[in-house]
């Protein structure tokens, strides 16, 4: 049997530096499970991996497409699966990490059949958006799909509208199209949840928003602004500096922004996260104990297969 450990918690609690203690044990390669951190030109504002951790850790998936490329959930369910077969054939585990919760959901689960959207319902949805904000789309999807207005980040934007175009153009509600049995997994997965006190998670998003600043991030907002209107840049860090670089905010003010929102972001992935994934959770720096976890977590496992 071959397993999957998947390493996920909120922004900034500290998932990168565990994951790498943790693959000193088992020295296969980590994929990174990180929407943003997959673009070449966003390096200080994602909180991307040193090159030496990369190299180091054998980190894949990351700093390896253009912010001008197409890529969506689906792209990297298979770059991901490709890269577990990998891991597979030359040993019995595999490890990815990070924050983005529907890669994680489409490696370990598949992928539903979705219908194509129609492009003048989502310029529609977007329009809504972009001049009377999320509550109107948040409305509309309580409305035509309570069940999937309960399982959704209804903050996210991009997720609201896939959502109810979705909807809207099939006459459907979301789950017609995921009480769809998916093909098993060839694979055990193992969940290693991390949480941590929320003030104490506060301060190291905190602290980790004056390091960005101190590492240059004005300057690699400034070098990206004439492209600020694409969808990877429409990321907490990079649209608070563009408002700053427009005149809409001082300095102090921007950079309280980008706090306030990461502390944001961070409550809606323990959330999510919460919904999704039972006890146990580990902190950070409980290294000894989340070893003994999934040691014991890979024997019970390999128990239960059936020989022969």
Same mark, same amino acid.
């Given at each position: 049997?071959?397993?999957?450990?998947?390493?996920? $918690?909120?922004?900034?609690?500290?998932?990168?530096?565990?994951?790498?203690?943790?693959? =000193?044990?088992? +020295?296969?390669?980590?994929?990174?499970?990180?929407?943003?951190? %997959?673009?070449k030109e966003l390096t200080i504002g994602t909180a991307k991996p040193l090159q030496n951790?990369?190299?180091?850790?054998?980190?894949?998936?990351?700093?390896?497409?253009? *912010?001008?490329?197409?890529?969506?959930?689906?792209?990297?369910?298979?770059?991901?699966?490709?890269? %577990?077969?990998?891991?597979?054939?030359?040993?019995?585990?595999?490890?990815?990490?990070?924050?983005? $919760?529907?890669?994680?959901?489409?490696?370990?689960?598949?992928?539903?059949?979705?219908?194509?959207?129609?492009?003048? *319902?989502?310029?529609?949805?977007?329009? %809504?958006?972009?001049?009377?904000?999320?509550? #109107?789309?948040?409305?509309?999807?309580?409305?035509?799909?309570?069940?999937?207005? =309960?399982? *959704?980040?209804?903050?996210?934007?991009?997720?609201?509208?896939?959502?109810? &175009?979705?909807?809207?153009?099939?006459?459907?509600?979301?789950?017609?199209?995921? +009480?769809?049995?998916?093909?098993?997994? #060839?694979?055990?997965?193992?969940?290693?949840?991390?949480?941590?006190?929320?003030?104490?998670?506060?301060?190291?998003? =905190?602290?980790?928003?004056?390091?960005?600043?101190?590492?240059?991030?004005?300057?690699?907002?400034?070098?990206?602004? =004439?492209? &600020?209107?694409?969808?990877?840049?429409?990321?907490?860090?990079?649209?608070?500096?563009?408002?700053?670089?427009?005149?809409?905010?001082?300095?102090?003010?921007?950079?309280?922004?980008?706090?306030? +929102?990461?502390?944001?972001?961070?409550?809606?992935?323990?959330?999510?996260?919460?919904?999704?994934? #039972?006890?146990?959770?580990?902190?950070?720096?409980?290294?000894?104990?989340?070893?003994?976890?999934?040691?014991?977590?890979?024997?019970?496992?390999?128990?239960?297969? #059936?020989?022969?």
């Amino acid at each position: 049997m071959k397993y999957l450990i998947v390493i996920t $918690g909120p922004t900034g609690i500290g998932k990168t530096k565990l994951t790498l203690q943790l693959n =000193e044990q088992f +020295n296969t390669s980590i994929i990174s499970a990180d929407s943003r951190q %997959i673009y070449k030109e966003l390096t200080i504002g994602t909180a991307k991996p040193l090159q030496n951790e990369i190299d180091h850790g054998h980190i894949k998936l990351v700093d390896f497409i253009s *912010i001008h490329e197409a890529y969506n959930v689906g792209n990297f369910e298979k770059d991901a699966s490709k890269l %577990i077969a990998e891991d597979h054939s030359n040993s019995d585990v595999s490890i990815i990490s990070g924050g983005t $919760g529907l890669y994680f959901q489409a490696v370990t689960k598949g992928l539903h059949d979705f219908p194509k959207n129609s492009p003048q *319902i989502v310029d529609n949805l977007k329009d %809504i958006l972009e001049q009377q904000g999320l509550k #109107p789309l948040q409305e509309r999807l309580q409305l035509k799909d309570p069940e999937r207005y =309960e399982n *959704i980040d209804i903050h996210n934007g991009h997720r609201l509208i896939r959502a109810l &175009s979705l909807v809207e153009h099939s006459g459907l509600p979301y789950s017609h199209f995921t +009480n769809v049995e998916l093909a098993v997994r #060839p694979f055990k997965v193992i969940n290693i949840i991390l949480d941590e006190d929320r003030t104490v998670l506060y301060k190291k998003i =905190e602290n980790r928003v004056d390091s960005m600043i101190t590492a240059g991030l004005i300057d690699e907002a400034q070098s990206l602004k =004439e492209h &600020s209107k694409l969808q990877a840049l429409n990321t907490v860090g990079y649209k608070e500096v563009f408002a700053y670089l427009n005149g809409d905010y001082d300095l102090n003010f921007c950079i309280e922004e980008i706090k306030k +929102n990461s502390r944001r972001y961070a409550k809606r992935q323990l959330t999510w996260l919460r919904k999704q994934y #039972p006890d146990p959770r580990f902190k950070p720096n409980e290294l000894d104990a989340i070893r003994t976890y999934i040691q014991n977590t890979l024997s019970d496992l390999h128990k239960q297969t #059936p020989t022969g």
